[in-house]
T-cell receptor
Framework: DTGVSQDPRHKITKRGQNVTFRCDPISEHNRLYWYRQTLGQGPEFLTYFQNEAQLEKSRLLSDRFSAERPKGSFSTLEIQRTEQGDSAMYLC???????????FGPGTRLLVL | DQQVKQNSPSLSVQEGRISILNCDYT??????FLWYKKYPAEGPTFLISISSIKDKNEDGRFTVFLNKSAKHLSLHIVPSQPGDSAVYFC??????????FGPGTRLSVLP
């Protein structure tokens, strides 16, 4: 148990549709991260929150992507007008602070047809 | 430009022998390093970490070595077990903002 769950675990959608993923930390961890992992690559950083504030966004996070963390608890990642290149595993991670180990959830695997 | 490199995409080792996974990084300012293991359809699982003030950290069968001058770290697994078969990612702490991961090495431990 890594202290975070993600929903759904799998999502298949058609190109052009919107999708939303949810990440639920078991407790209100300080920092929450989103990463994306494609085949043959390591996880790539997308964005992170400290409590409810979104502090950093990667250039990978195009205008079609938006993330929220209302009230500093769970977080959502929405992708609008999905493209086939969005197919990947989307991972959520938490940590208690700077320079601390990050613990990952099980991920949401997205397939865009 | 990859900041973290794992030049061996795959590695096969006999059960009971030592597995050595290697990782190179480009930025000498990085000061916290981690190894993660990942099984298919699961998120990465933290294995072991090391800060730049050390050159070795050990946890059971897993030992991480850091060579700061060479900007190189390695993970040793002794003895290797079939359950260790997974993809191993090296990661560096990017100035406390996020982690930068290598592309991974797929380890196969043969019975």
């Amino acid at each position: 148990d890594t202290g975070v769950s993600q929903d759904p675990r799998h999502k298949i959608t058609k190109r052009g549709q919107n999708v939303t993923f949810r990440c639920d930390p078991i407790s209100e961890h300080n920092r929450l991260y989103w990463y994306r992992q494609t085949l043959g690559q390591g996880p790539e950083f997308l964005t992170y929150f400290q409590n409810e504030a979104q502090l950093e966004k990667s250039r990978l996070l195009s205008d079609r992507f938006s993330a929220e963390r209302p009230k500093g608890s769970f977080s959502t990642l929405e992708i609008q007008r999905t493209e086939q290149g969005d197919s990947a595993m989307y991972l959520c991670a938490w940590t208690s602070g700077r320079r601390e180990t990050q613990y990952f959830g099980p991920g949401t695997r997205l397939l865009v047809l | 430009d990859q900041q973290v490199k794992q030049n061996s995409p795959s590695l096969s080792v006999q059960e009971g022998r030592i597995s050595i996974l290697n990782c190179d990084y480009t930025n000498s300012m990085f000061d916290y390093f981690l190894w993660y293991k990942k099984y298919p359809a699961e998120g990465p699982t933290f294995l072991i970490s090391i800060s730049s003030i050390k050159d070795k950290n050990e946890d059971g069968r897993f030992t991480v070595f850091l060579n700061k001058s060479a900007k190189h770290l390695s993970l040793h697994i002794v003895p290797s077990q079939p359950g260790d078969s997974a993809v191993y990612f090296c990661a560096v702490d990017n100035y406390g903002q996020n982690f930068v991961f290598g592309p991974g090495t797929r380890l196969s431990v043969l019975p």
